[in-house]
């Protein structure tokens, strides 16, 4: 087995099912290889564009992730990931259908993220779409459906980018209204103890956030750590 960097491996290959869509994909996004520290295979979905995908509603694109999914787990992969947390309400009927584990979803961290925090803290959400995260995905990961959300500005210059508008894009752009939905999330919110990211391509403005808010922040790569340390445990010295 090679990584995704052509090297040859012998540990769990990670299978990543990507949405159909184009933009800059900035370290630590799960699009872009260098993010991984471990054999990954990719599968890009037909038609799961960003709009789709953020507003989805019904089982429309659960075949077709399926479908993409069973073919990774026949290339080699031994886990399933995904980009972009709004699958978490495909995440029971992910589960239901596949041969490998599956992780749909920065979101699942949510129950537990708050299970370790002190009495009266609330875990916090930042999503790609305010307007359309909500009990669906929330309950397909067993998180409470009343957690705090914010979602990254409805006419921002980062949600403009992920449809693809390039001309209004930047690193530093998509930064400063990471932090801005961070900040407008604890104001809003008094009693967040932790955020967690829903949108995958938060991931390289993680660490702006927490030194913004000065909390524990999650995503979907903190969750892929633990997700793969489970299929690839260690042996420790003098065992």
């Not at 006419?155 to 801005?180: C, K, N, P, T």
């Amino acid at each position: 087995m090679r990584d995704n960097e052509g090297r040859q491996s012998d540990g769990p290959t990670l299978g990543v099912l990507m949405l159909d869509n184009s933009f800059e994909r900035y370290a630590g996004d799960l699009g872009n290889p260098i993010t991984f520290r471990t054999p990954v295979l990719y599968a890009k979905v037909p038609g799961a564009t960003t709009d789709a995908i953020t507003t989805i509603k019904d089982d429309a694109f659960l075949e077709p992730f399926v479908a993409a999914a069973l073919d990774l787990v026949a290339r080699g992969a031994d886990g399933i990931i995904t980009s972009c947390g709004f699958l978490a309400i495909y995440q029971r009927a992910f589960a239901a259908r596949l041969p490998v584990p599956v992780a749909s979803s920065a979101l699942l961290q949510v129950p537990l993220v708050e299970a370790t925090l002190p009495a009266g803290k609330r875990v916090g959400v930042i999503t790609f779409n305010a307007q359309s995260l909500g009990v669906p995905h929330l309950a397909g990961v067993g998180a409470r459906i009343d957690t705090p959300i914010a979602g990254l500005k409805h006419d921002g210059r980062f949600r403009r980018a992920l449809h693809g508008d390039a001309s209004v894009d930047g690193y530093d752009i998509r930064e400063a209204e990471a932090v801005e939905a961070a900040e407008r999330l604890v104001a809003d919110f008094p009693g967040i103890g932790a955020i967690v990211l829903e949108c995958t391509n938060l991931v390289p403005h993680a660490k702006a956030i927490q030194m913004a808010v000065k909390l524990p922040v999650y995503d979907v790569m903190t969750l892929v750590d633990w997700f793969y340390a489970g299929l690839a445990q260690r042996r420790w010295p003098g065992t």
